[in-house]
């Protein structure tokens, strides 16, 4: 089935730095979602992006949708210790036989360190 | 606000046994999905629905049944459960496409192991 290619699967890194990852895909997609996930729980929305070349900011963290409308970035500048988490991308196609559903990346595992 | 629920949130099955989970959400969604996660693959689709009363199927859908016979509660089921099964799965629900807004919101999984 259809994947999204998230990079890097993981990150390990100080406290303050900054953080980008992304996704990729052969395919295009009309709807660009990232989502968080701490241990335990389900995957919460942190951005939500509609248009191509969107850029759209939530705190700390900024999420571009690309112009070709095959990928995605997130990033989270001066991270702290509760960013520690799986991020995970999600992209909705709005036609053909991949109506309705979302397509999740693999997610990127982040740890921060004091 | 409880959003998406799901039950129960723990489960362990002997191989062979049947077993439904049931999610349910408050939000008037017409769109319901069942994702399963496991270590390293992320989440992937087993089974999705668009609207009370449709079933589709997702990625990975093999061993497994949905219904949704009601708009707010889609159920997913294991006929004869096997340890490849063991897992945490997700439910989620979301507006439709054509809705605008079209974020999908997640209950807090159900882990479940088949020994």
């Known amino acids: 089935g259809q994947q999204l290619n998230q990079s890097p699967q993981s990150m390990f890194i100080q406290e303050g730095e900054d953080v980008s990852m992304n996704c990729t895909s052969s395919?295009?997609?009309?709807?660009w979602l990232w989502y968080k996930q701490d241990p335990g729980e389900g995957p919460v929305l942190l951005i939500a992006?509609?248009?191509?070349?969107e850029l759209t900011s939530n705190g700390r963290l900024t999420a571009q949708f690309g112009i070709t409308r095959k990928d995605s970035f997130l990033n989270i500048s001066a991270s702290i210790p509760s960013d520690v988490g799986i991020y995970f991308c999600?992209?909705?196609?709005?036609?053909?036989?991949?109506?309705?559903?979302?397509?999740f990346g693999q997610g990127t595992i982040l740890t921060v360190h004091p | 606000n409880a959003g998406v629920t799901q039950t129960p949130k723990f489960r362990v099955l002997k191989t062979g046994q049947s077993m439904t989970l049931l999610c349910a959400q408050d939000m008037n969604h017409e769109y319901m999905y069942w994702y399963r996660q496991d270590p390293g693959m992320g989440l992937r689709l087993i089974h999705y629905s668009v609207g009370e009363g449709t079933t589709a199927k997702g990625e990975v859908p093999d061993g497994y049944n949905v219904s949704r016979l009601k708009k707010q509660n889609f159920l997913l089921g294991l006929e004869s459960a096997a340890p490849s099964q063991t897992s945490v799965y997700f439910c989620a629900s979301s507006w439709t496409v054509w809705q605008g807004n079209t974020e999908a919101f997640f209950g807090q999984g159900t882990r479940l192991t088949v020994v």
């Open positions: 992006l509609y248009k191509a070349g």
């Open positions: 395919s295009i997609f009309n709807t």
């Open positions: 999600a992209g909705l196609r709005a036609g053909g036989t991949s109506y309705g559903k979302l397509t």
